[in-house]
């Protein structure tokens, strides 16, 4: 999954709240690709947690997306037990900062921990890029990599 990509700094720059008053960090993501490491673009995350998922969970939960040219936008860590996130039927929203990437074509999460969870949907909206849907609606394996990847390979 995208080793080639060095994170240079992660922090969490603020909370905001949400209509329905959930708290949601805004995550900051830099990483280092060649000449484009100085283009960051901004991406909004909308989670949906099925109302089939346990009634919440503890596990931490990380994401990763990219284009078939090698651009990745990776967050080690969306979760955050003590704030609501990833209850059932519940949406969350996220704000992630990393790398421009051309097209959207992959998203996998990846769950660690015993409660389980379980995913309906996950929109990713760039910056200049229409939002795309990857459709889970399954209880997330623990401990690897699980998702979509729609890429068509770049000769």
Same mark, same amino acid.
């Given at each position: 999954?995208?080793?080639?990509?060095?994170?240079? @700094?992660?922090?969490? /720059?603020?909370?905001?709240?949400?209509?329905?008053?959930?708290?949601?960090?805004?995550?900051?993501?830099?990483? #280092?690709?060649? &000449?484009?490491?100085? *283009?960051?673009?901004?991406?909004?995350?909308?989670?949906?947690?099925?109302?089939?998922?346990?009634?919440?969970? %503890?596990?931490?939960?990380?994401? &990763?997306?990219? !284009? =078939?040219?090698? /651009?990745?936008?990776? =967050?080690? %860590?969306?979760?955050?037990?003590?704030?609501?996130?990833?209850?059932?039927? @519940?949406?969350?929203? /996220?704000?992630? %900062?990393?790398?421009?990437?051309?097209?959207?074509?992959?998203?996998?999460?990846? *769950?660690?921990?015993? !409660?389980?969870?379980?995913?309906?949907?996950?929109?990713?909206?760039?910056? !200049?890029?229409?939002?795309?849907?990857?459709?889970? #609606?399954?209880?997330?394996? #623990?401990?690897?990599?699980?998702?979509? #990847?729609?890429? %068509?390979?770049?000769?």
């Amino acid at each position: 999954m995208g080793g080639q990509f060095v994170v240079l @700094s992660l922090a969490v /720059f603020f909370i905001s709240f949400s209509q329905a008053t959930s708290i949601k960090p805004l995550i900051f993501i830099e990483t #280092n690709h060649s &000449a484009t490491a100085a *283009r960051s673009c901004s991406y909004t995350l909308t989670i949906k947690t099925s109302c089939t998922s346990p009634k919440y969970t %503890r596990d931490r939960v990380s994401i &990763a997306f990219g !284009d =078939a040219y090698g /651009f990745e936008v990776y =967050a080690p %860590r969306i979760d955050n037990p003590s704030s609501r996130i990833f209850e059932t039927c @519940s949406t969350d929203t /996220f704000q992630i %900062r990393g790398p421009c990437i051309y097209e959207i074509c992959y998203l996998y999460l990846k *769950r660690v921990g015993s !409660d389980g969870w379980k995913p309906e949907t996950v929109k990713v909206y760039g910056s !200049d890029r229409p939002a795309i849907t990857f459709k889970y #609606n399954k209880l997330l394996p #623990n401990g690897v990599w699980y998702g979509f #990847n729609h890429c %068509r390979k770049i000769m």
